[in-house]
């Protein structure tokens, strides 16, 4: 076994577990904190596939951004109580197991077609995790998904300042962190 | 062959820098003890050794010997992982910053600006956890303004940053400070100092915008149900912060390593990143000696009304120049 297959295998149980205490843990906090280990676990798995520039996204974004975020809410609301009333509406375990049903077969979909050997787009990615491969790639041949993300963020932000302004005077702070997500 | 290099050296190189690191804390400690007590014409630490230069030594035993407590009301895991998540982002943030001609302190990647935004969006948890499992109000309150503040100066911080690095055009440290800048780039550069100034000791919680633990109003903030060693570690993790968001600003601003011969004499070359170093961290304190605290909202007001836009604007000028004048 090699050494790079070892720690491939270390890094993805500690993931796996960290993603197994997400939904097991009753305590919010401890959820939020078992999620951030599993962000920063896939940070360091993109780093074993070249992928940097992917993984300093993966912690800014995740790690940086929506787990504080995650944490700040659950602060303001109040973590201890422990409300499972969405559990027990009748829908939820339907909608959960049909989610869940798609989830997997996407994921053995995209896994099974690359076992048919690396097409060769994913060749050329993997040479360029880089910053500037990622940006040229963006910029030239996935320019209109991009802008159409940037579109759909813009709304977000507008979205969240509207709602924001409606309780005005309820408190500064959280508009404020809303609008910076 | 392979280990050596992948492993070893970088462990060595990583166990020096933390050795270096935690004694430079030890001194800054009293550094600031001392300079304080002169602002305030008094004489500071002289008791323990010669100008109490033993001061520090004294302070880390009687931190090590204190009785370790653990209130019963608080959340035990994360009430101990919390010290720890603080010191680690201020330590691990050095692996990038160059220390002498091509050579980072750890290793040189293409992502070292990535690298300072990502160590910055994950400094604030320390505080952040420690305010939650302390199951106190005033804990709580401490960790709510911290990581409002940390966030949203965060944005003005990154903006900057972004700047820098467009002008730069790589995004390696190595690279920036070693790559060749023109003279407007400097008086450019220079203009925004004092603004990403501001936003490094919002950053860092330091005076004056050391709210999240106003002693006055929160009894220490996140820090109250802290003692010890835990306590110390928090401490520690402040200060090696300054010592570190000191460092990037100098590799950033001020050339880092660069200096008379450092390229012949490649020993030169920590040494005036340390001048560099202590010139800033002299600033640090001289502006806690001299500046009061503001009030909560002016901070959040300021960061979202004057520096956020202020930020966007030097961001557009400086593609522009970058786009006409490189």
Redesign the interface.
């Known amino acids: 076994m090699s050494w790079s297959l070892l720690f491939f295998l270390l890094v993805g149980a500690v993931s796996l577990a960290a993603a197994l205490g997400v939904v097991t843990s009753r305590q919010p906090v401890h959820s939020a904190l078992f999620l951030l280990t599993n962000f920063a676990t896939l940070a360091v798995l993109y780093i074993t596939l070249d992928a940097q520039f992917l993984a300093a996204a993966q912690v800014i974004v995740y790690a940086g951004g929506i787990v504080i975020l995650i944490l700040f809410v659950i602060m303001l609301i109040g973590g201890d109580t422990n409300d499972f009333s969405a559990a027990q509406r009748a829908w939820s375990r339907t909608v959960g197991i049909a989610l869940g049903t798609i989830l997997l077969l996407t994921v053995s979909y995209s896994v099974l077609a690359r076992m048919a050997g690396p097409s060769e787009e994913t060749a050329a990615l993997l040479q360029g995790g880089t910053p500037e491969a990622v940006g040229i790639a963006l910029f030239t041949k996935y320019v209109l998904p991009f802008e159409l993300i940037a579109l759909l963020l813009l709304v977000a932000l507008i979205g969240a300042l509207v709602l924001g302004r409606q309780q005005e005077g309820a408190g500064e702070g959280i508009p404020s962190v809303k609008a910076n997500e | 062959m392979d280990w050596l290099q992948l492993l070893v050296f970088p462990a060595i190189r990583a166990l020096i820098l933390i050795f270096v690191l935690l004694t430079g804390f030890a001194y800054l400690t009293w550094f600031e003890r001392k300079l304080l007590a002169r602002f305030q014409v008094r004489y500071g630490p002289n008791r323990a050794g010669k100008f109490g230069l033993l001061q520090p030594a004294a302070d880390a035993v009687k931190a090590f010997f204190k009785e370790e407590i653990i209130p019963n009301h608080v959340?035990k895991?994360?009430y101990l992982?919390a010290p720890a998540l603080a010191l680690v982002p201020a330590l691990i943030i050095w692996a990038v910053i160059p220390i002498a001609k091509g050579t980072p302190a750890i290793a040189d990647?293409?992502?070292g600006f990535?690298?300072i935004?990502?160590v910055?969006?994950?400094e604030?948890?320390g505080i952040?956890?420690a305010g939650?499992?302390s199951n106190n109000n005033y804990s709580?309150l401490g960790?709510?303004r911290s990581?409002?503040q940390m966030?949203?100066y965060?944005?003005p911080l990154g903006l900057f940053l972004v700047s820098i690095l467009i002008l730069a055009g790589s995004?390696s440290l190595v690279d920036l400070v070693e790559g060749f800048r023109p003279w407007w780039e400097w008086i450019w550069l220079w203009l925004a100092f004092p603004f990403f100034f501001i936003c490094i000791l919002a950053e860092t919680n330091r005076s004056p915008f050391d709210l999240p633990e106003t002693e006055n109003e929160l009894v220490a903030g996140f820090q109250t149900e802290y003692g010890g060693m835990k306590f110390a570690l928090f401490f520690i993790a402040e200060y090696v912060n300054m010592i570190s968001t000191s460092a990037i600003m100098a590799t950033l601003f001020f050339g880092g390593w660069k200096g008379p011969f450092a390229e012949q004499y490649i020993w030169l070359g920590p040494i005036y990143l340390l001048i560099k170093v202590v010139v800033l961290l002299f600033l640090f304190i001289w502006v806690r000696a001299s500046i009061g605290r503001p009030r909560y909202?002016q901070l959040?007001?300021f960061c979202?009304q004057f520096m956020l836009p202020l930020s966007l604007a030097y961001v557009s000028v400086s593609a522009v120049l970058a786009v006409f004048l490189k």
């Open positions: 959340d895991p994360v992982l990647v293409n992502i990535l690298w935004l990502a910055a969006g994950i604030s948890y952040i956890l939650w499992s709580l960790a709510l990581s409002a966030v949203s965060e944005l995004f909202d959040m007001k979202w």
